[in-house]
């Protein structure tokens, strides 16, 4: 469609305003109702976002680039000098309305500039950023010393460690999977899932012992398991609760498997996402049935630590590695039977690490989807067997008896999924 060159210019200084009257509006929600003045509304910051928008048309037309110099330099000064007003007066130290003043003005420019899209999204984003003051807090309260510096951890070996790494392989089949950047990056990846999963923990709280089952599994379902297996013999009569958390937990591990094969190889998530969901769909139907049967309002109190250091980082990633080195050598030595023995033991300790090691072959040819959906099943049997031995072995006769029947099915439903698909 076309549009007249100056059709074009009123869009984009429309767009200007629009933007500044959006963050102006924010501005003046958040702070007229806490019986605070501001030092700019909506009308002042659109005006100023269409100001910077103008000063940028002039310096445009006049070939004069020190116009639009001059007026964020005038804006800057008035700002400061309303800020240092405000703090003398009111003892106020902050800058965030002032931070959003100058980011309208040069939105402004960007609006005239043509970066529309870029405008808009820059707008948004600064409104939002605005607007959830209270949950930043909260998020800062909920984290301590010890998570930050874990948070720095993953930085390091994200940022630091993995651009350093030779992105080869080591050697010819069946070590040429040794190759070291891929093998850092799921380490990477698998510590940031793990990492993001126990930040939302202690942001949500366990208000509940099914929804702590649930957050639980997002970290660790082999924890919950642990955890509440041996609460049942302190406290055998949340047996039932108890029961359902740990369902729940197993069920996430699902979804967790899912989200790591989706990332790595789409072709083999479109393969393996229906066996999966039908085999995660039964632990969520049973844990449903005990819910109905019983609820209960008793406070989960599993421990969850930091799922991320250096030394749990070079851990997973020789775990990693070890599962990697025996799949790729089952694989060329005995075929595919190899890799479905190598995954079922693997499956025994650790889920993760053999679902990024089946995506990551699969993806790369060594194996073909088939046998890597099946490689992910068998591993899911495995660990079910598992898990329901620390039951078993560990729990109150109660939670056996509440989790017998739930166990049974996720298994059956599995071994279902493993002879069809």
């Known amino acids: 469609m076309f549009m007249s060159p100056e059709f074009d210019v009123f869009v984009r200084f429309a767009t200007a305003v629009a933007i500044g009257f959006l963050i102006g509006v924010q501005r003046e929600i958040a702070l007229v109702h806490k019986d605070r003045s501001i030092i700019a509304g909506e009308r002042t910051t659109s005006l100023l976002s269409l100001g910077g928008a103008i000063a940028a048309m002039l310096a445009d037309l006049y070939h004069f680039p020190s116009i639009l110099i001059a007026f964020l330099a005038a804006v800057t000064l008035f700002v400061g000098i309303g800020y240092f007003a405000e703090s003398?007066?009111?003892?106020?130290?902050?800058v965030t309305s002032e931070m959003a003043i100058l980011i309208s003005v040069m939105i402004g420019v960007l609006c005239y500039q043509g970066e529309l899209g870029l405008a808009v999204a820059l707008g948004i984003a600064t409104t939002v950023i605005l607007s959830i003051k209270v949950q930043t807090d909260q998020f800062v309260k909920a984290l301590?010393?010890?998570?930050?510096?874990?948070?720095?951890?993953?930085?390091?070996?994200?940022?630091?460690?993995?651009?350093?790494?030779?992105?080869?392989?080591?050697?010819?089949?069946?070590?040429?999977?040794?190759?070291?950047?891929?093998?850092?990056?799921?380490?990477?990846?698998?510590?940031?899932?793990?990492?993001?999963?126990?930040?939302?923990?202690?942001?949500?709280?366990?208000?509940?012992?099914?929804?702590?089952?649930?957050?639980?599994?997002?970290?660790?379902?082999?924890?919950?398991?642990?955890?509440?297996?041996?609460?049942?013999?302190?406290?055998?009569?949340?047996?039932?609760?108890?029961a359902v958390a740990i369902i729940i937990s197993w069920t996430v591990m699902f979804a967790r498997m899912l989200v790591l094969v989706w990332i790595i190889h789409r072709g083999l998530f479109n393969k393996a996402w229906l066996p999966l969901v039908i085999s995660g769909v039964a632990g969520l139907i049973y844990s449903g049935f005990m819910i109905l049967q019983r609820r209960s309002d008793e406070k989960g109190d599993i421990k969850l630590k930091n799922p991320l250091d250096l030394a749990a980082a070079i851990r997973f990633g020789v775990l990693f590695t070890v599962v990697l080195l025996i799949s790729s050598a089952a694989q060329y030595y005995f075929g595919d039977v190899g890799v479905l023995v190598s995954s079922a033991i693997s499956g025994l300790a650790n889920v993760s690490a053999i679902t990024l090691t089946v995506a990551e072959l699969s993806r790369d040819g060594v194996i073909g989807l088939e046998v890597a959906t099946q490689s992910l099943l068998f591993a899911v049997v495995t660990n079910l067997v598992s898990k329901g031995l620390v039951v078993i072995l560990g729990g109150d006769k109660m939670l056996r008896r509440a989790i017998l029947p739930g166990l049974i099915l996720m298994l059956v439903t599995a071994i279902v999924m493993v002879i069809f698909f």
Do not use: C, H
Request: cysteine-free; proline content about 6%; aromatic content about 10%.
């Open 88 to 94: 003398w007066q009111r003892g106020r130290i902050g």
């Open 144 to 242: 301590s010393r010890k998570e930050l510096y874990a948070a720095l951890q993953l930085a390091v070996i994200s940022a630091i460690v993995l651009p350093v790494l030779p992105d080869r392989g080591l050697a010819g089949p069946p070590l040429d999977v040794l190759n070291p950047f891929n093998i850092w990056l799921m380490v990477v990846f698998i510590s940031a899932i793990n990492f993001l999963g126990y930040v939302f923990a202690r942001l949500v709280g366990q208000q509940g012992i099914e929804l702590s089952g649930f957050i639980g599994g997002l970290v660790s379902s082999t924890a919950v398991t642990l955890g509440f297996s041996e609460r049942s013999k302190r406290q055998p009569n949340l047996s039932q609760s108890l």
